[in-house]
């Protein structure tokens, strides 16, 4: 089974991969969607799908249904429906990019392969919300966790540069960009993820809060008067580093940091500080640490970011090297000290390419 097409349908865009083996054939970004069945039609008339092999879909939450990569049928689909109040903004829209191809390519196979499906394996203590059982079961209220296919990757790609094997190496993951999130992978097993119900908690993100006490909610709604959609708006998209610096990117965050702007520099540290303190707390519930992995457009591409997670953890054998971190190459690399404990490495994310292989291993190829 060689080609694969990698299909991300989003609200309002459609991104696709071709590939043949693991050559990429084919790429490209539809924005401002409108029709998703025109946009694949127009996409499918552009680019050579003779011999296709698979398509594999990107699919944000597959609840508690779905722990690993799955052919897409009709029951399927009727599941994927279902889960929709759980992502109400991406499940729509992944759907509908599933039903167009499927009659584009009706003999041709389809997977759907879950952001959600490498958290699968947190255990009930990482995976359940200290709330009224019933009330929790009722409306599926759990930890899911999203970037499944990032932090599975990256993880894998980080034991390769250690060359050890993954199932006996212990890694956390950091998928640092817009959305962020970590991961605590223990023998290639999530263990503990930052993002929850929704991909709203954990880190600060570009536009999101990451974690807060839920209390606010309650004032923002009887203090403040802002009505629960106000709040739902404010805490995805006016939130994170737009909310503390009024720019939700990290570059131009760093730029007026180095200008002196207080704003953005209080946006850096309580970014930073929430990187670390997951850190801390992933490392004690490793217990040991093999890797610490940057990834993601943050994560790849700000030596600032990666230097200020990590400053003080000497104590935990986690020492980055200056000019490592520093140096402008790119690629898989390593940039902690010789005498770092940790090994402290960037690796740049592939969840297409991630998405084909799954694809594959689903249909045998």
Do not use: W
Request: aromatic share 4%; charged share 25%.
């Amino acid at each position: 089974m060689s080609r694969v097409l990698v299909l991300n349908t989003g609200s309002s865009s459609l991104k696709y991969r071709l590939f043949d083996g693991a050559e990429t054939v084919a790429k490209g970004l539809v924005e401002e969607v409108t029709d998703h069945a025109r946009a694949l039609q127009e996409t499918f008339n552009e680019i050579s799908l003779d011999n296709l092999d698979a398509v594999g879909h990107r699919v944000v939450h597959g609840g508690a249904d779905f722990t690993r990569p799955t052919r897409i049928d009709d029951d399927v689909v009727r599941t994927i429906e279902r889960l929709i109040p759980l992502a109400p903004l991406h499940n729509p829209a992944n759907l509908a990019g599933i039903e167009t191809a499927r009659k584009l390519l009706p003999d041709v196979p389809q997977v759907a392969v879950f952001d959600t499906a490498f958290h699968s394996t947190l255990p009930p203590e990482a995976s359940t919300y200290a709330i009224d059982m019933e009330t929790a079961t009722a409306n599926r209220v759990r930890r899911y966790g999203f970037h499944g296919t990032s932090h599975a990757y990256v993880s894998r790609r980080t034991a390769a540069l250690l060359n050890k094997d993954p199932e006996h190496t212990n890694v956390i993951t950091l998928h640092l960009g817009n959305g962020a999130s970590a991961c605590a992978v223990e023998g290639g097993r999530s263990v503990a993820t930052s993002m929850g119900l929704s991909p709203l908690e954990g880190l600060v993100m570009g536009t999101r809060s990451g974690s807060l006490d839920p209390a606010i909610i309650f004032h923002l709604h009887r203090v403040g008067g802002l009505s629960l959609d106000e709040i739902d708006e404010l805490l995805n998209k006016r939130s994170g580093l737009r909310g503390l610096a009024g720019v939700s990117d990290m570059r131009e965050v760093e730029r007026r940091r180095q200008q002196g702007d207080e704003a953005a520099t209080l946006a850096f540290d309580v970014c930073t500080r929430r990187i670390k303190e997951l850190v801390g707390s992933y490392y004690a519930v490793l217990g040991r640490v093999d890797a610490i992995t940057f990834t993601a457009g943050v994560g790849e591409n700000s030596a600032a970011v990666r230097a200020a997670a990590l400053a003080g953890l000497g104590a935990l054998g986690i020492e980055v090297d200056a000019d490592r971190n520093a140096a402008p190459e790119r690629g898989e690399r390593v940039v902690s000290s010789p005498e770092s404990r940790v090994t402290v490495c960037v690796v740049p994310t592939d969840e297409e390419l991630e998405i084909a292989t799954q694809t594959r291993a689903v249909l045998g190829g």
